[in-house]
């Protein structure tokens, strides 16, 4: 276990290293001259150059690289070219909006999709299942922005049928004032949850169905369960590393109706913050914003595998196969 | 406990996997279930316990009573019920209390995730209220009984060796002290050694504790040793029934004759040090296309 | 009691390219008898019809606009009502059925080139190469796909490139990571090995015995991603890095009229069930193949937009 963890460790340094490379250099070497882009298309030479040389991108590409990473290394992700505010306070705010909504979205879509999973799995009449394939299928299929768009109509505070949650935005004290925050992200954390437990249903269904037949749950059974109770018990338990290695990568999907939920609920979180500075084309703040999901993703990614190992435990011994 | 099982028939598809099937085990006494692979022995071994997989249907009955040889089979729970008529709930309260089982490979049967003790102790806590030290007490005594060394408690089965494992099956099994154990080809998955050993202490624990075995298996060198009546199937029929060293000294049927001399061969060349399957495929053809029952075992 | 398992070798054969081309039109066939199939093939089959006829024909011209009638209710004349320029919004969301099925075609090539190739190289019989790649699949798998379109987006702009690059490296990253397991089987099988003896090149391999045996598979994940190409061109364009405003799309429809959702609610029913629907018919599509086909793709890529 412990050489397991040192290996996926180095691995982890090796991608956060690799990506922000990547992010770095792809956001310099495509076409377009990054600081006349940054200044707009009305600006004079003299402003692009002023810029250039703010940002210090008259440097070599590798002195701009090092420059980057030994702020990065500080925890100094530079200064925002439109507003000026330093960035790394910048992602702070805004990952206190983003992290919690991630966290509630989850929960409701495993509060939802998990008994709807064993429920689906657990019927034995066809026509039953057909119903619960329908569901996930649907579930699926709905666009992140429109099942915010409905629920805003049905539940939205001002707009909708049932004055329930406030609508738009995150209330003016932020955390200050907790039950306000929260209370303003329901709808979104609501829409979230619902788009990806059709997934975390699809999951359940499909592990719970490949242990059914298995001798784990003839065994569960053979000592005093009803089939129902092994398979809640024991399937699920079996189930377990496979569940959450797919939740994490669900979880990495999940990032674009998360932002797309940001910005229908005019919520100030990261993904809101990413789409504004990418239409500044404010550089510093995109470079660090970029690099803070990625590596956000990747330590998701490293606990993910990490999990596995804990619940699969003929995984940890001694053989070093996955990864 | 005693089982009477009479007409019955399973249904897997539009393959009739068991057929008219008719047997008796009465309290206290180890019968063997012989045959080949596929020929539907195991499914009347899950028939009995409740654990058909969900698209097989079955007939007839199977009723467990106490034909009075029972010394403390008197608390009535778990006698007069039909297996195929009951509901669920009676059959898991049945089972892992009064009816255990022994699967063949306990590999693929044992749960990951549970260690040999928590295994153990799993029918326990279904069926028992105890304190938790009660439950580890009464585990790890019935660990000792099958002789598995107490250091390897708090093992997980891949790190157990085959005949190990089969201890902590047998351990599950008989915890609750049961009045009939199946043992579904609890030998098969084992080496030479191993299965000897494992016969004789599943025949030691079973003739101690007064209960009931049902053994399945297609090897009759081992069926000499665990029982002393048996049946004979074949093609989910019952061809035969009888002594089982009658059977084995002069089997009328052609087909327990090719089962016999299977084990005969088995035995001279080396105590079935050969892979068990591999004779067996010449010797008993012909029953391949039930293949249903080939998938589950 | 061994659990039935699928081995993902099976059906590994050398060659019958032509043979899947002929298993997949006998799916697609008998998947008209099943009401999923015929619903998901009749409402893919009307996609593919109205983009065709949008090209040209739509009730209104696309840029009638009409200040006095922006967001006006149904009419003879607008069947499903106007937007907030007084544009018909039936004849945009025909419009937009085109610059979809365009999207969703041109990420599932560029998904496949960019899957075969690192499947190519995954297989290759350097060592280095191969685990480099495998690591390096395994690393970026884990990167959402709208984070390359912002990206993409920062030099570019919006644009219907960003959509089909983003989508296009993505699915082809899960692609290869879903296919790998089966693509070594395959090339360590015996009858590659002893190809390989009898002096075959790595490409001929590649193509006469890898790809041929990796078609189900492939199929059917690439089927599964169309819906969600679908979805992401809806959600980066509404973010402002996919299809650029004035070019229809669903997306576009979906995003202009849930802006002004406070004042028009039931404007935005329209564009986000035709999504919905043509979704749910791609998802069902993908699924009757997996079931027919029993193949190991997985869903695990999902893009939630």
């Known amino acids: 276990m412990a050489r397991f963890i040192m290996r996926r460790v180095a691995l982890l340094v090796v991608a956060v290293a690799a990506m922000s490379g990547i992010v770095f250099v792809m956001l310099r070497i495509l076409p377009g001259d990054v600081a006349s882009a940054m200044a707009g298309v009305h600006a004079s030479p003299g402003r692009v150059g002023a810029l250039r040389r703010q940002f210090g991108l008259d440097q070599p590409l590798a002195t701009q690289y090092v420059d980057w990473m030994t702020g990065l290394m500080c925890g100094d992700f530079g200064l925002s070219v439109t507003t000026g505010r330093s960035v790394s306070a910048l992602v702070g705010a805004r990952a206190s909006v983003t992290l919690p909504l991630i966290a509630i979205g989850l929960a409701v879509a495993l509060a939802i999709g998990l008994p709807l999973g064993c429920a689906a799995a657990l019927s034995r009449s066809p026509r039953r299942r057909g119903v619960y394939q329908a569901i996930a299928i649907v579930g699926g299929s709905v666009p992140a922005l429109w099942a915010g768009a409905l629920f805003m109509i049905l539940l939205g505070r001002g707009v909708g049928l049932i004055d329930l949650f406030p609508s738009q935005g995150f209330g003016g004290e932020g955390w200050a004032a907790p039950r306000q925050a929260l209370a303003s992200l329901m709808l979104p954390a609501l829409t979230v949850g619902v788009i990806v437990s059709a997934g975390v249903m699809r999951y359940t269904r499909s592990a719970l169905d490949d242990l059914a037949p298995s001798g784990y749950i003839d065994m569960a059974m053979a000592c005093g369960m009803t089939r129902r109770e092994a398979m809640l018990s024991t399937g699920l338990r079996l189930s377990a590393p496979r569940l959450v290695s797919v939740l994490g990568l669900t979880l990495a999907q999940m990032i674009t109706g998360v932002m797309v939920v940001e910005n229908l609920f005019a919520l100030p979180g990261l993904g809101t913050g990413l789409v504004v500075d990418v239409g500044n084309r404010d550089l510093v703040a995109v470079q660090g914003e970029l690099f803070m999901l990625t590596v956000v993703f990747l330590v998701i990614g490293f606990l993910v595998d990490i999990m596995h190992r804990v619940l699969d435990p003929r995984l940890g011994d001694d053989r070093e196969e996955r990864r | 406990m005693s089982v009477d099982i009479s007409r019955l028939r399973v249904d897997i598809g539009r393959t009739a996997v068991v057929d008219d099937v008719t047997m008796h085990i009465g309290a206290g006494e180890r019968v063997g279930l012989v045959g080949a692979s596929g020929s539907g022995k195991s499914m009347i071994a899950r028939a009995m316990l409740g654990l058909l997989p969900l698209d097989a249907r079955a007939s007839g009955h199977i009723r467990y009573g106490d034909d009075g040889a029972g010394d403390d089979g008197s608390d009535g729970s778990g006698l007069g019920v039909d297996a195929l008529a009951c509901g669920e709930e009676t059959m898991a309260d049945l089972r892992g209390r009064y009816v255990s089982t022994v699967f063949q490979d306990p590999a693929t049967t044992l749960s990951p995730v549970l260690t040999a003790l928590q295994q153990v102790t799993l029918p326990l806590r279904r069926h028992y209220r105890m304190t938790r030290g009660e439950y580890a007490e009464r585990g790890m005594a019935t660990l000792q009984r099958v002789g598995l060394d107490p250091m390897l408690a708090d093992h997980l089965p891949h790190q157990l060796s085959g005949g190990q494992r089969q201890r902590v099956a047998i351990a599950t099994a008989i915890v609750t002290s049961p009045r009939l154990l199946i043992a579904d080809e609890p030998t098969t998955a084992l080496d030479a050694i191993a299965q ?10 079973v003739d101690e504790s007064g209960a009931a075995m049902l053994f399945i298996t297609h090897d009759f060198s081992v069926l000499a040793r665990a029982t002393r009546r048996c049946y004979v199937m074949r093609s989910g029929r019952m061809v035969e029934a009888g002594d089982t060293s009658s059977l084995l000294g002069a089997p009328q049927c052609k087909y327990t004759r090719h089962l016999v001399d299977a084990a005969e061969r088995l035995t001279l060349h080396g105590a079935g040090a050969t892979a068990p399957g591999a004779d067996r495929a010449d010797d008993v053809g012909n029953t391949r296309n039930e293949g249903a029952d080939d998938a589950r075992n | 009691m061994n659990v039935s398992s699928h081995g993902p070798n099976r059906g590994a054969l050398p060659g019958g390219g032509s043979r899947m081309f002929s298993r997949l039109r006998r799916s697609v066939v008998r998947m008209c008898s099943g009401a999923r199939g015929i619903f998901s093939l009749a409402v893919i089959g009307c996609w593919i019809v109205v983009a065709v006829v949008s090209r040209f024909w739509t009730p209104q011209t696309l840029y009638g606009t009409d200040g006095y009638h922006a967001w006006s209710a149904p009419s003879p004349d607008h069947w499903l009502g106007r937007d907030g320029t007084g544009a018909d919004m039936l004849s945009w969301l ?58 993409l987006a920062v030099p570019f702009g919006a644009s219907i490139a960003v959509v089909i690059v983003a989508c296009g490296v993505g699915y082809g990253l899960n692609l290869a990571r879903i296919a790998r397991p089966e693509a070594v089987l395959i090339a360590r099988s015996d009858f590659v090995e002893s190809a390989v003896s009898c002096g075959a090149s790595q490409a001929y391999i590649l193509i006469r015995h890898i790809l041929p045996n990796l078609m189900s598979t492939m199929l059917v994940q690439l089927s599964l991603s169309a819906g969600t190409v679908v979805l992401a061109e809806s959600g980066l364009t509404y973010l402002g890095i996919g299809v650029p405003s004035g070019v229809p799309s669903w997306g576009r429809s979906l995003a202009t009229s849930v802006r002004f959702i406070a004042i028009h609610p039931m404007t935005v029913v329209w564009p986000g069930l035709v999504v919905t629907l043509v979704v749910v018919a791609l998802n069902m599509f993908g699924d009757l193949l997996r079931d027919r086909w029993d193949t190991g793709a997985t869903r695990d890529e999902e893009d939630e937009s």
């Open chain 2, 196 to 205: 000897r050993e494992i016969v004789d202490l599943l025949v030691g624990l």
């Open chain 3, 94 to 151: 025909m419009a937009g059925s085109w610059t979809d099925l365009v999207i969703v075609v041109l990420t599932i090539v560029l998904a496949a080139l960019i899957g075969i190739a690192l499947i190519a190289a995954m297989v290759s019989r350097a060592r280095g190469v191969s685990g480099v790649v495998t690591v390096a699949v395994d690393a970026l798998i884990s990167i959402p796909t709208v984070l390359i379109a912002l990206v």
